[in-house]
């Protein structure tokens, strides 16, 4: 498991994933910055569940995963 600083920026952060995927390692990225979340973004995806509504039990786990390539959920 590895766990990213806040201090990263998005673009930083998404780096280390595209060496996974010449691993055919699978990766599932949480952005867990509830005030200013960006990786949706930048993976232009939607942003309408997440992290906060699992925690919550407002939605489960597989309902806010999202699919984005074969290595990156």
Known sequence: MM???YIFHS???LQPFHLYN???KKVL???ADSRRSTIH???KIE???GLMDVIT???SL???VKHYSSYLD
């Open 29 to 31: 990225l949480v952005d």
């Open 22 to 24: 010449q691993l055919n």
């Open 62 to 64: 597989e309902d806010c």
């Open 11 to 13: 673009y930083q952060i």
């Open 47 to 49: 942003n309408e569940l």
């Open 41 to 43: 973004k930048k993976l």
């Open 3 to 5: 766990l990213v600083p």
């Open 57 to 59: 039990n407002s939605a």
